[in-house]
């Protein structure tokens, strides 16, 4: 019988450099590139999807560069409790300014900071090159790569997406588009979302371990990821996008 994801992640990430707390499988965030879309899973049911922007530098986690890191990383700390949305942050401290959507000549970190932390060796450096999932004033450009590495949100979206992600919370960003979550109903619009009142998921049989892809890593049962999986998860998305990008330079 296998040990629980939070236990066999706890002894694992506790004798390394980036060790964090348990990691809440029950809860999951999807993003992806292609789209540049966020979605929020629960218990393997789509809770809601909003609009993203990741890095305009493409992906990667490299010191000195603004790329967004892809495969598995976790939420290891959130900021902004309760704060106005379009609150201004600097280095993580209130400002005291209030900026409306698309204020001109304005581009800071605004709202709500969800700080993620690297669970594999490919990011690793996410939580030292302060990577987000926060608001922005720039919301004209959400829906397309314009941040400088974090993962942009719209403010009210932030703020809905808060209250929701708890730390410890699985977080998976994909070069690909989101998987395909079953049908919910009734559904209920958001802000730029679409929440799930009730869902309705029935999950797909789990695939042999040599033929386990990102999508079907991307909506597991609660607690049914093995450290493996998500090894190999991370790894089929950084190979995918290595030869994307040679095929490109090709033309």
Not at 63 to 79: H, Q, S
Not at 110 to 125: D, F, P, S
Request: charged share 20%.
């Amino acid at each position: 019988m296998l040990r629980p994801l939070t236990v066999i992640l706890s002894l694992i990430l506790a004798t390394s450099a980036f060790a964090i707390g348990p990691v809440d499988t029950s809860n999951q965030l999807i993003i992806s590139v292609r789209d540049q879309k966020l979605m929020l899973l629960r218990n393997g049911g789509k809770v809601a999807v909003y609009p993203v922007s990741t890095s305009m530098f493409g992906l990667g986690d490299s010191w000195g560069r603004m790329t967004t890191p892809i495969g598995y990383l976790a939420v290891e700390k959130k900021i902004g409790d309760n704060v106005p949305v379009g609150a201004v942050f600097h280095n993580r401290r209130l400002t005291g300014e209030i900026l409306q959507p698309n204020a001109p000549g304005r581009d800071p970190i605004t709202t709500r900071i969800i700080w993620l932390r690297g669970l594999e060796a490919q990011n690793a450096h996410a939580f030292q090159r302060c990577i987000y999932i926060h608001g922005t004033p720039e919301e004209n450009k959400i829906g397309r790569p314009a941040s400088y590495g974090c993962i942009r949100m719209k403010a009210k979206d932030v703020a809905e997406l808060y209250n929701q992600v708890p730390v410890g919370a699985v977080v998976q960003i994909v070069p690909d588009a989101l998987p395909k979550a079953g049908k919910t109903k009734p559904r209920q619009e958001m802000s730029g979302g679409v929440v799930a009142v009730a869902a309705n998921v029935t999950p797909a049989p789990a695939a042999p371990p040599a033929q386990i892809s990102a999508t079907t890593l991307a909506m597991p049962p609660s607690g049914s990821l093995s450290v493996e999986q998500m090894r190999m998860g991370g790894a089929l998305a950084g190979a995918r996008q290595k030869a994307k990008l040679a095929q490109n330079k090709r033309f």
